[in-house]
């Protein structure tokens, strides 16, 4: 079976750093995206990674390990805007996608 | 330019009652999705169709139906609602293949009583 593993809750506090991990086993490996989502709102693109290793945009790096089945999304300097969820999805061999459901980040001041 | 739109907004729906949710998109992309999330679930993929013209069933197909007459709209119709179809519907837009980014309408929060 197809399977995306996420925590589902995390608190981080402002400024500070948080690493989300996301662990998969699918039919086929095309890539893999993080997806921010804010309460009540649509999902929204944050990265995508194909290739092993750190992807970094801005405050935000994603990281891949194909051979472990194995993503993370790091947030540096926490801003309470960061407060969403982090959907994990991977692309699979038929090119659709496979979300995790998601962890709740929770920011603090 | 709008993105991706979709109505209504909400939803109360009597069971056994027929229901279209609406999503147009204004992008030009061949490759549009269905999805409904529920919670402690991930995204489920209800129905796609990767060019006007076609669809395909995804992992939930079951109760839902599509079309896809031309490029900027793909219904999603309830054909007789039940109360496990209570769930909030995102539709998705994407140029389509590989690697391709999904944009996502504001979504639907429909509630089947």
């Known amino acids: 079976g197809q399977n995306i593993d996420q925590p589902t809750e995390m608190t981080a506090t402002e400024g500070a750093i948080v690493q989300i991990n996301c662990t998969y086993q699918?039919?086929?490996?095309?890539?893999l995206f993080w997806y921010q989502q804010h309460a009540g709102e649509a999902p929204t693109f944050l990265s995508y990674?194909?290739l092993d290793g750190l992807e970094e945009k801005g405050r935000f790096s994603s990281f891949l390990s194909r051979s472990k089945g194995y993503s993370y999304l790091l947030l540096k300097e926490l801003q309470m805007k960061d407060s969403a969820s982090y959907l994990c999805?991977?692309?699979?061999?038929?090119?659709?996608?496979?979300w995790g459901a998601g962890t709740k980040l929770i920011i603090k001041p | 330019i709008a993105g991706i739109t979709q109505a209504p907004t909400s939803q109360i729906l009597a069971a056994g009652r027929r229901m279209t949710l609406r999503c147009t998109q204004d992008?030009?992309?061949?490759?549009m999705y269905w999805y409904r999330q529920d919670l402690g679930l991930g995204l489920r993929l209800i129905h796609y169709?990767?060019?006007?013209?076609?669809?395909g069933k995804g992992e939930v197909p079951d109760g839902y139906s599509v079309s896809r007459a031309n490029t900027d709209d793909f219904p999603l119709t309830l054909a007789s609602a039940v109360p496990s179809q209570t769930s909030v519907y995102f539709c998705?837009?994407?140029?389509?293949?590989?690697?391709?980014?999904?944009?996502f309408g504001p979504g639907t929060r429909l509630t089947v009583l």
């Open positions: 998705a837009s994407s140029d389509g293949g590989q690697a391709d980014t999904q944009y």
């Open positions: 992008m030009r992309h061949n490759a």
């Open positions: 169709s990767n060019t006007a013209g076609t669809t």
């Open positions: 699918t039919s086929g490996f095309n890539g």
């Open positions: 990674n194909v």
């Open positions: 999805a991977v692309e699979d061999s038929n090119y659709q996608l496979i």
